[in-house]
């Protein structure tokens, strides 16, 4: 059974960065399409950066520019780095897996496999 486990969050004054970190058991993440998801209060879920099983990324245009997404495969590990945050970046981040992406490689509703997700606000 796999189990995806974020980590990282917290409060983050604006211009300042976060480094997020999913940890995933029971699957091996290289072998996915992977990717880092928000959702903002009163906002569906936003693909930010992904990765798919063959190597193309996907970087939203809310955060192009200012964020590195990498997957460390010896620990089995996906991380987000977004720098010069926003307070509309305030939303809960989830790290998601799926063996297959089947029309958008960033679309929440292709992924089956999720975190429980680690807050991120961004406030003064």
């Known amino acids: 059974q796999s189990k995806l486990v974020e980590s990282g969050g917290g409060l983050v004054e604006p211009g300042g960065s976060v480094g997020l970190s999913c940890a995933a058991s029971?699957?091996?993440?290289?072998?996915?399409?992977i990717g880092w998801f928000r959702q903002a209060p009163g906002k569906e879920r936003e693909g930010l950066s992904c990765?798919?099983?063959?190597?193309?990324?996907y970087v939203a245009e809310s955060v192009k520019g200012r964020s590195t997404i990498s997957l460390d495969r010896p620990t089995n590990r996906l991380y987000l780095i977004i720098n010069d945050l926003k307070p509309e970046d305030t939303g809960v981040y989830y790290c998601?897996?799926?063996?297959?992406?089947?029309?958008?490689?960033?679309?929440?509703?292709?992924?089956?496999?999720w975190g429980q997700g680690t807050q991120v606000t961004v406030s003064s």
């Open positions: 998601a897996a799926e063996l297959w992406t089947v029309d958008n490689m960033c679309a929440s509703d292709e992924y089956d496999d």
């Open positions: 029971g699957i091996t993440l290289e072998y996915y399409d």
């Open positions: 990765i798919s099983q063959d190597g193309r990324t």
